[in-house]
């Protein structure tokens, strides 16, 4: 016999240990299978939760860029009034 | 296509009935494929214990993935693939080096040369870790460098290139002996 079919000989299909498949089977049966339709449910369920999650950091941004303007608005409202009284004090001072 | 004899007695709607989720549809392919698939991966480690539990592993990634086959052909290609694969991962992880001799069972039905079996199979287990899955899916499933290099991903010259090295080195090995 020739070294080819020595090895095909060796090298023939052998059984796996008693109790294989009831092991391999269990162990499936303790990993639920997501069928394609709950999968494609998951995944549209997880872009929602992801889109709103943006868009309501987005809003959150925009309330807080809007309280900062208002901010400065106010600022500088106060500095223009210290200004003009600033202004009509010297104003009354050269008057005299 | 090279079915095992389990395989060719699978009822043709058994993977559309797993793939439904019926449990014992899928014992049926576990049934048939079984064999094979542990014996890739005992031919490639020598050890009994470690290719069940790779060959465990393998049928629980094909669990997850029943969807993902499209016929009785693509699943067997898919379980030679991932069985190669995988053997190959866990030796690069493991760093599995060393082969014990006990753990290299003689097979149910006696090979024509029990002895040379045997010696085949702890020189094997000996070669480099591509030459051994090149010569184990060529002389066990008895597929052409085609096919190998489909499911190892290994450049058809190269597998060609495994099997005469690993031939060569064997029949050496075996004049040695």
């Known amino acids: 016999m020739n070294l080819e ?4 000989a060796a090298l023939r299909h052998k059984q796996p240990p008693a109790g294989f498949r009831e092991s391999a089977l269990a162990a499936t049966r303790r990993q639920p299978r997501l069928r394609p339709a709950w999968r494609a449910i998951a995944a549209a369920a997880l872009l929602t939760l992801l889109a709103g999650g943006t868009t309501a950091r987005w809003v ?3 309330r807080e860029g ?3 303007k208002e901010q400065v608005l106010t600022a500088l409202r106060i500095t223009t009034d210290k200004l003009r009284d600033t202004r009509e004090t010297i104003h009354e001072a050269s008057n005299h | 296509m090279n079915f095992t004899a389990a395989a060719e007695t699978l009822p043709d709607d058994s993977l ?8 014992e549809a899928f014992a049926e392919l576990v049934a048939a494929h079984e064999a094979m698939v542990f014996s890739l991966a005992f031919h490639f480690f020598g050890q009994r214990e470690r290719a069940a539990d790779v060959a465990q592993e393998v049928f629980l990634q094909l669990f997850r993935a029943l969807d993902t086959i499209e016929s009785q052909g693509h699943l067997l290609f898919w379980l030679r693939q991932v069985t190669s694969r995988k053997c190959i991962d866990e030796l690069r992880r493991k760093r599995l080096r060393s082969v014990s001799l006990d753990d290299i069972a003689e097979p149910a039905t006696p090979a024509p040369d029990p002895l040379l079996g045997r010696e085949l199979r702890k020189l094997i287990a000996r070669l480099p870790e591509s030459q051994r899955i090149v010569v184990t899916l060529r002389y066990q499933e008895d597929l052409g460098p085609e ?3 489909h499911i190892t991903n290994i450049p058809l010259n190269t597998v060609k290139s495994h099997l005469h090295r690993a031939l060569r080195s064997l029949r050496r090995s075996l004049e040695e002996s």
């Not at chain 1, 079919?5 to 095909?8: G, K, T, Y």
């Not at chain 2, 559309?16 to 449990?23: I, P």
């Open chain 1, 60 to 62: 959150e941004e925009r």
């Open chain 1, 66 to 68: 809007q309280r900062a």
């Open chain 2, 147 to 149: 096919e190998i290099s």
């Open chain 2, 16 to 23: 559309t009935r797993a793939q439904a989720g019926d449990s």
């Open chain 1, 5 to 8: 079919s020595q090895l095909r």
